[in-house]
């Protein structure tokens, strides 16, 4: 069965780094693109990054571009999201997502909390 399990959030200070990882199984990894979403108190799920089959294939919200990176790791079946420059408006629980066999797969998510 396809499972995501997520893991590196944490709180954190204005400007400062975390690194989120994401550990697949189920399914054939390299053969998927995969996604990371977020989810703010009161606001609804957004697309934060995702990154292709194909390593040179990503995108990324507005918010967030040049501040976070998508990464992935075939070999080890985990994809990353590299978190700089943070800001209190990136406070959010971090979703990593799959969709294949026409099912959105979901991990259970991190909490990423900036604040001083």
């Known amino acids: 069965q396809v499972q995501l399990v997520e893991s590196g959030g944490g709180l954190v200070q204005p400007g400062g780094s975390l690194r989120l990882s994401c550990a697949a199984s189920?399914?054939?990894?390299?053969?998927?693109?995969l996604s990371w979403y977020r989810q703010a108190p009161g606001k609804e799920r957004e697309l934060v990054a995702s990154?292709?089959?194909?390593?040179?294939?990503?995108n990324y919200a507005d918010s967030v571009k040049g501040r976070f990176t998508i990464s992935r790791d075939n070999a080890k079946n985990t994809v990353y999201l590299q978190l700089n420059s943070l800001k209190p408006e990136d406070t959010a629980v971090y979703y990593c997502?799959?969709?294949?066999?026409?099912?959105?797969?979901w991990g259970r998510g991190t909490q990423v909390t900036v604040s001083s």
């Open positions: 997502n799959v969709y294949l066999g026409r099912i959105d797969y």
């Open positions: 990154i292709s089959t194909a390593i040179s294939n990503t």
């Open positions: 189920g399914f054939t990894f390299r053969y998927y693109g």
